[in-house]
């Protein structure tokens, strides 16, 4: 940044342009005159460098008197700085891996993928948050731990995929309380966890109530999304002869767990039936769990008066020493 402390001296410099005219003006009266009977021969005699330099000497002059004004007015070169001071959020996103997720009623995808998309968005539109994953079918496992690389954590939301047969179910406590675990010894000064799940709890050795009660605890608030059209949707089936067939299938959310999970916890309950209502929630949960940024912004300034000044002197004292020697006029 560029300034002048002392603007109004910048007023001085009209005396500038006003002195060019003066001395244009009187020019030729400062001019002595002789008669000649011709100038024909004076004319071819050359113009040295000492005449072109003494005819000009007011430029330097009026140079002078811009530097010495610029110099009053204290010109300054500033840096700007900030110091910000955030209160940072730590979130836990736990997301239903289950094969149910497969259901195709977030056209034009299936559950997962709709899942996976929108997270991402959350994910990269928040700042100065840790934040974390963890996926849950039969069993609860942490993705990813609070990072703050963003790029890194978009990465293995991608990579995404639903749970082997081996692994189904919907163990929600156990998502619950792997995501506590992560959270229990952040010192944010908000703890948030994020739950969708499309079905009822039937697997894990934790009861969702008491992970929940155990959220509570350690003051970690949790949003649930049940995930699913109302009434039935489509899920795909691959048959070993007939190939791939779509079967109705019932969308059993217990919306009166995930309610009391979040109520428990001072959260709120959303139910999710296509992509942009999802989308919408996740809007939603994001304008409530802001992060608090205070920012602090200050300018400190270089005085750069002795440049223009110093120049300026520099410049006075050497026409004082030309005027005297090499551009000296005899009296």
């Not at 942490?142 to 790029?151: A, E, I, M, N």
């Not at 002869?241 to 969308?251: C, K, L, N, Q, T």
Request: net charge positive; aromatic share 10%.
């Amino acid at each position: 940044m560029f300034r002048f402390a002392d603007p109004y001296y910048l007023l001085l410099l009209v005396i500038v342009p006003l002195l060019a005219w003066y001395h244009w003006r009187r020019r030729h009266r400062l001019t002595g005159k002789i008669r000649y009977s011709t100038l024909r021969h004076m004319k071819k005699l050359p113009v040295t460098w000492r005449q072109r330099l003494r005819q000009h000497a007011y430029l330097f002059r009026l140079l002078i008197i811009t530097l010495i004004i610029l110099g009053l007015a204290r010109p300054q070169s500033g840096t700007r700085k900030q110091e910000i001071t955030t209160e940072g959020i730590d979130i836990m996103i736990v997301l239903d891996v289950s094969t149910s997720m497969l259901a195709e009623d977030f056209k034009p995808k299936n559950r997962i993928e709709a899942a996976k998309e929108v997270a991402k968005e959350f994910v990269m539109g928040r700042n100065n948050d840790r934040i974390g994953l963890v996926i849950f079918a039969g069993e609860a496992f942490t993705q990813c731990p609070l990072t703050l690389d963003y790029g890194v954590l978009t990465e293995l939301i991608d990579k995404i995929q639903v749970a082997p047969q081996d692994w189904d179910g919907t163990a929600i406590g156990s998502g619950i309380a792997t995501a506590v675990m992560r959270l229990r010894d952040s010192k944010a000064k908000s703890k948030v966890i994020i739950l969708l799940t499309d079905g009822r709890n039937n697997a894990g050795e934790i009861d969702p109530l008491t992970a929940a009660q155990i959220a509570q605890t350690f003051d970690i608030r949790i949003y649930t999304i049940g995930a699913g059209s109302l009434g039935s949707a489509l899920y795909p089936v691959d048959d070993p002869i007939f190939g791939r067939r779509y079967v109705s299938m019932a969308v059993e959310i217990d919306e009166n767990l995930l309610r009391r999970i979040a109520d428990k916890t001072t959260g709120k309950y959303f139910r999710a039936t296509d992509t942009e209502k999802l989308r919408q929630i996740y809007k939603e949960i994001n304008e409530m769990e802001k992060t608090k940024i205070q920012v602090k912004e200050f300018t400190k300034y270089k005085e750069l008066f002795v440049n223009y000044a110093g120049v300026g002197l520099f410049l006075l004292l050497l026409e004082i020493f030309l005027l005297h020697t090499v551009l000296r006029k005899l009296p």
